[in-house]
């Protein structure tokens, strides 16, 4: 009997393109917490300026999204160092995690484009 696993989102999958070179990309630190995806939406916390997945009930600065995390991250007790997408670039929309009416706003202010 043979197992079947199934992969998960590969690093960058979501991207359909960026700006040239890297300035789509900036160096992030991830607060604490737990496992998160490739495409995950992320907010800034206002008190830290740490990211954390996007939440739009929070006060917390979390509830605008501010960037696309790169590669996901295992959960971890301490902040861990990331990758996102904050600026010029197109991602899609059915492998963004997390992404609602707000959200897409969000981005598009950054200009990052959702795509269907």
Known sequence: MST???QGLLTGEFLLSEG????????????????LPPGQLLGTLNASGK?????????TGAQIASAVLY?????STADRP????VR???VAEALITGLD????????????????
């Open 4 to 6: 079947i696993t199934t």
């Open 20 to 35: 040239a070179g890297r300035i789509s990309r900036e160096k992030i630190t991830v607060a604490a917490g737990e496992a």
């Open 51 to 59: 990211y954390v997945p996007y939440d739009n009930a929070a006060d």
């Open 71 to 75: 590669a996901g991250l295992p959960a």
């Open 82 to 85: 990331g990758v996102a997408i």
């Open 88 to 90: 010029l670039a197109e």
């Open 101 to 116: 009416a707000d959200a897409r706003a969000d981005l598009a202010a950054k200009f990052v484009i959702v795509r269907a």
